[in-house]
């Protein structure tokens, strides 16, 4: 019996031997008319496939990434994630990524993976102020979910504008996550200030989120603001900027 089950284990494998294999170039072209994420997926597939895309991805240099709805993330280059509110945008040296301004828990952990494919390569970023926080909070000690629902706390008790804050250790994540970054802008509204308030919240110092000494500028934009900003949200800024400057 056992010879009998050894020999039909050989001829599988002859069987499988046998079938004619895709060449590369065609595969890779295939590959090619894949959408941005379905690309990053295939990856897993082979060393061909990972090797092809992961030449395409250190070619990106430029990120852009919005908290906005989703539905206007759409057309021609856009290739929208199959379980999460999230579209992104692959063209040239520039990624652009969205995700839904009524984000979820699976939304929230979706992004951070989509922006974590380009980090090492990233010479300037353009970031909404919740974007902001999120990426400081992913390298944190504290757990993505959890503080998903502080946010959705804060919101149901109508006190996102005020002075919440979530304790949490210092920590030490081993790697710069933009190493090489020498342009930041950081997007936001009066409304959304709090956010950038709340990174130095989170036990994670500047020179893990990136290298000072590659950094050139530093932007803060308010799309909704003209005039000089209220006292509150210059202390918000400034607690932001304590973190980017100092820590």
């Not at 294999?21 to 959408?35: A, Y």
């Not at 699976?106 to 909404?128: F, N, P, Q």
């Not at 081993?174 to 342009?183: A, C, R, S, V």
Request: aromatic share 8%.
């Amino acid at each position: 019996m056992r010879k009998a089950s050894s020999c039909k284990g050989l001829l599988k494998n002859e069987r499988a031997e046998d079938k004619p294999r895709l060449p590369e170039d065609l595969l890779l072209r295939i590959i090619d008319q894949c959408d941005a994420i379905e690309q990053i997926r295939m990856r897993a597939v082979c060393k061909t496939i990972k090797s092809h895309v992961d030449r395409k991805i250190k070619k990106i240099t430029h990120l852009n990434v919005e908290k906005r709805d989703i539905d206007t993330a759409s057309g021609r280059g856009w290739a929208r994630h199959r379980h999460a509110q999230v579209s992104l945008k692959m063209r040239m040296n520039t990624a652009k990524i969205v995700v839904d301004s009524r984000w979820t828990s699976r939304d929230v952990s979706t992004v951070v993976g989509a922006m974590s494919v380009y980090r090492k390569t990233i010479l300037e970023a353009t970031i909404d102020a919740p974007i902001a926080e999120l990426l400081v909070v992913s390298l944190s000690a504290l757990d993505l979910n959890r503080w998903y629902a502080f946010q959705c706390f804060m919101k149901a008790m109508d006190v996102f504008d005020e002075d919440m804050h979530m304790d949490c250790d210092f920590v030490n994540p081993g790697q710069i996550y933009w190493p090489n970054i020498q342009h930041l802008t950081v997007r936001t509204t009066e409304q959304q200030a709090p956010h950038l308030a709340r990174v130095i919240d989170y036990g994670v110092q500047c020179n893990w989120v990136l290298d000072r000494r590659n950094l050139c500028r530093l932007r803060i934009i308010f799309t909704d603001l003209d005039a000089t900003p209220s006292r509150k949200v210059s202390r918000h800024l400034y607690h932001f900027r304590f973190v980017f400057m100092f820590q």
